[in-house]
């Protein structure tokens, strides 16, 4: 099965905006077993789109075009898959009245251009859109299967998944199965884990198993994925090796599958009754916000303080401390705990003067936890790299650092982003 | 002068690495007034290619070919050019001797496969890498001349402002200016944008300009273009245009350009000597952590507190509170700002029950502005959308209702995000 992208419109061959939405496509139909050949952007304009989709069609079983399903002029993809299908466009009345209720459900009148939204090729199928007034479809150019889906992140990621995922998967005949298992890790690095974990395709059973990274700064995605007919058979092919995964990378493993760093944080605590509150500054606030993005409700994470610096924090907190430290940390960690009335506190500091620029320097990090039976663990980190890396390496630290200590792992191994001569 | 990026390599094709290259290159020429009219992206393979250097060299005037350089064997940019310009591969002895001393300076022997990389098309006019030991190099393929370039970040965004962009400029004979305006705004969706400005490309007098959206809500972003020879005229030509743009997204125009609504609250903040403290809950602590990362050095933002919900934000500003509301979000505002002994505070309260999921649904959004003189602002609205738009509009209006107050500007205009029966 050979698949192409096709990406459509002037922002994205402008590079005004990064294409992300090719590479999460690519990716997942990557995860799936499906190979992605070609990768095209035109912009808006019909006779790139003719050219476009009449080479697509003849290199590719199944070309995905993103973009160009909006309402306004420059979206032209219902009106140029019609006349590379040879049809008109016909209005779809069920999905214009889906478009009309969608506005009505905001109080509002739908714009008269909006319409357009839902004139769709003769004879195409249609692909729903459950959170966007663009509606997908498909229809056959040429030998090829066209999916038309739309350019907004969240409406191509949804439709990919739950509509044209499915769709290929049948159209590939063999009723495949495919199943992906995916360990996410902090502190070592793709090469670490690469050379760590080099022998464990060799050493499947019964049929092939790939592995593969995605670095996404701090963690690190390490996947596994087989396929089959069998499901049941894909899972015992696999557990063997996820073991041998699971021994190398140990600690380091944060989470699996649809898990988080943060889930398991927020379940270890539960798991206690417990609660928790976290002081930062350096951060932007994303140590406390990444906790409240996984505990909406506020069952276990109850309040966040985000100073400015050291001054602003521990006035905030009732503290007279002058300089950030360890045993700063440490009082900031039992001083949010003790105002909150939680039972974990956790308190991540980073300091000014990390100024090495994008890629270079260095910057260190103050990590603290308290417990309110008097623990408390200091974990101070010199992380290399520019500012955002530092910022983004000491969050994840601070977090996995709590992750470690509420499961009882060690919590000061060396990671691979640490200064060697770090204290 | 018609240029197409072809970027070339597994990593790139299969979506691991998202393609900021490609991004990076389609701005850079736009800026110098040279239109990219195409992307493509393969993979290593000799038959994709061929064909790729095939059409490209039909379809543009300037190719430039991104990676595929390397010492490795699935790098096959080298061979695959001399194929398509129908010529062997000779030996540059002076970049042989560059990659040797580049080793040598590090202390190693080089290791033999790097001699690939000085192994050049017969004719091809060499260019210069001071970065890296893959030097670029262009040749005729058919009638277009191609660049070919090195896939590392910082050696193909050196190469491309030092070696390409002058030769395609000397290539393209005229000096083409482009002109970009951006306006952000914030409230009205881009289908009405789209209608309250229809008529104004044809405003336009002494050549074109043109108009773009892009929604990345809850901002959108209005462009006009124009391109001409005279960077003066392009002014003189747009100026007309964009007032009557400013005259009529009026208030609802959160910046300009490279401003963005943080900047002009800080702004507006500083240039009154004033500083802000935020008191927010069911915001993931968005409005502090975007105003702190605006503002690394704290001159203005001075304390973020992030609660779970009423009661926690309450008792950590001491407040007795049992319910969000306007008044709540009011006596949050002036308390996070008298305890922090900043001029403004400012309240975002989202309270639970935003129940409507993905794209559907509504939730409440408490706003409120306190300044140390009295006076108080409240601004309460019912967001349409699931969760994550709620939460990400009313963070939005939240800081831009303090945009607001602060330029004198009208607070509560209805935006097209808010229920008509909103309270």
Chains 1, 2 share one sequence.
């Not at 670490?192 to 499947?204: C, G, H, N, T, W």
């Not at 350096?282 to 994470?301: E, H, I, K, L, Y």
Request: proline letters at 4%; charged letters at 25%.
């Amino acid at each position: 099965m050979r698949i192409e992208i096709l990406c459509t419109g002037d922002e994205v061959l402008s590079g005004k905006t990064i294409n992300t939405n090719y590479s999460h496509m690519a990716r997942r139909l990557q995860e799936i077993g499906a190979d992605v050949i070609w990768g095209t952007t035109v912009g808006d304009d019909r006779k790139s789109l003719r050219a476009a989709f009449q080479q697509a069609s003849a290199r590719a079983d199944v070309v995905i075009v993103n973009g160009g399903l909006g309402p306004t002029v420059d979206d032209l993809s219902q009106e140029m898959a019609a006349e590379a299908a040879g049809v008109g466009l016909v209005l779809n009345e069920s999905w214009l009245e889906n478009i009309q209720s969608f506005y009505k459900a905001r109080g509002r009148e739908m714009p008269p251009n909006n319409r357009k939204q839902a004139m769709l090729p003769e004879g195409a199928e249609f692909i729903d859109n459950p959170v966007g007034t663009a509606c997908g479809f498909a229809i056959d150019i040429g030998n090829a299967r066209f999916f038309f889906t739309p350019g907004v992140p969240r409406e191509i990621r949804l439709m990919l998944d739950d509509q044209i995922i499915p769709r290929i998967l049948q159209m590939s005949g063999t009723q495949a199965k495919v199943r992906l298992k995916r360990f996410h890790s902090f502190g070592l690095g793709e090469s670490r884990v690469d050379e760590m974990l080099k022998d464990v395709e060799a050493m499947a059973i019964g049929g092939e198993v790939k592995l593969g990274f995605q670095a996404h700064y701090p963690e690190l995605e390490t996947k596994l994925f087989a396929r089959g007919t069998d499901p049941d058979e894909l899972i015992r092919r696999m557990a063997p090796i996820e073991k041998i995964i699971r021994d190398r990378l140990g600690p380091f493993i944060l989470a699996e599958d649809d898990e988080t760093l943060e889930s398991n944080v927020l379940n270890s605590i539960k798991s206690d009754n417990g609660t928790l509150a976290i002081a930062e500054f350096g951060t932007n606030g994303a140590a406390a916000s990444r906790m409240v993005a996984a505990d909406p409700d506020c069952f276990v994470f109850r309040r966040g303080v985000l100073g400015g610096d050291i001054n602003s924090l521990a006035s905030a907190l009732d503290l007279k401390l002058n300089e950030a430290s360890s045993a700063a940390a440490a009082a900031c960690a039992e001083a949010v705990m003790r105002a909150t009335g939680t039972t974990y506190g956790l308190a991540v500091l980073i300091p000014k003067g990390n100024e090495g620029g994008i890629g270079g320097g260095e910057g260190q990090v103050y990590i603290a936890i308290a417990k309110n039976d008097g623990t408390k663990i200091e974990r101070p980190a010199l992380i290399v790299g520019g500012k955002e890396r530092v910022r983004a390496g000491g969050v994840e630290m601070g977090l996995d650092c709590l992750r470690r200590a509420l499961q009882g792992l060690v919590t000061d191994d060396r990671i691979d982003f640490e200064k060697k001569d770090s204290v």
